[in-house]
């Protein structure tokens, strides 16, 4: 049976979340959201969402569409805040209690936006927040980067896709281990680049395998991407994503 999962896009309505410039944190997490639950929809997992608008909710309501489903989990996104513009950065993920799926899941998510260049500031039990209290299913808060945070805005926004694929691969990485990521091509591959126009492609690719990496050229769904290396054993991928994103490139593991 598909596994699912409740997505919550944090605040809405006249609960703004936090604010910096003109960033409004409640519309992120919606942008976020509706993104990743297209993403996880597409991979075959069943997806609820608290709100596809923006429209007010207490967490109260919250927790209670999510235990109105029988899904697997529930994952609200957020974006955090510090006192002063620039003071922190990073990820962090919240659980009610650092056990199980919830704290499996709270640590893929930090790894994989990890990968994708934001810190990992860790995951911390918080069990005073309604959303993770009051849900009947394994439950994680994730503050993806902070909103009044230069670097973690343009990581977010410059990188989008690969942040939804990220998170998407936390989760379906923990909802479905069996399938992912352990051969879905067989193998895996670390992508450095993926480009509509086919000319540019290859002279990335030229780049690449000029740095003296194994890069080559690959088509997928009209994009043209840049792949290096192919192997069997994911942590050899992990390896070689490591060496790449000392080089510069943002990176993104593929099986
Ligand atoms: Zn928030």
Redesign the pocket.
């Known amino acids: 049976m598909a596994k699912s999962i409740v997505l919550d896009a944090?605040?809405g309505g006249r609960d703004n979340?936090?604010v910096y410039e003109d960033m409004i944190?409640k519309n992120d997490?919606l942008r976020i959201v509706l993104a990743l639950g297209q993403e996880l929809e597409n991979r075959g997992i069943n997806v609820y969402y608290t709100r596809t608008t923006d429209v007010f909710q207490t967490p109260f309501e919250k927790a209670q569409i999510a235990n109105e489903t029988n899904a697997d989990a529930f994952l609200s996104i957020?974006?955090n805040s510090g006192v002063n513009p620039g003071e922190y950065s990073g990820v962090e993920s919240l659980v009610y209690k650092k056990e199980g799926l919830a704290l499996e899941m709270a640590e893929n998510i930090n790894g994989a936006l990890g990968l994708v260049g934001f810190d990992e500031i860790g995951v911390f039990e918080e069990p005073g927040i309604i959303v993770l209290r009051k849900t009947k299913m394994p439950a994680v808060l994730a503050e993806i980067g902070f909103i009044n945070n230069d670097e973690d805005n343009r990581l977010l926004n410059e990188n989008f896709d690969d942040v939804i694929g990220a998170l998407a691969d936390a989760v379906q990485g923990t909802l479905e281990p069996e399938v992912y990521p352990a051969g879905r091509g067989g193998f895996f591959q670390v992508q450095v680049g993926s480009f509509a126009d086919r000319k540019e492609a290859a002279a990335a690719v030229k780049k690449v395998s000029g740095e003296g990496f194994p890069a080559m050229l690959d088509t997928k769904d009209q994009r043209y991407r840049v792949l290096v290396g192919r192997y069997q054993e994911l942590d050899n991928a992990v390896l070689m994503e490591r060496v790449l994103r000392k080089h510069g490139y943002t990176t993104r593991i593929i099986g």
């Open positions: 944090g605040h979340g936090a944190e997490n957020h974006r």
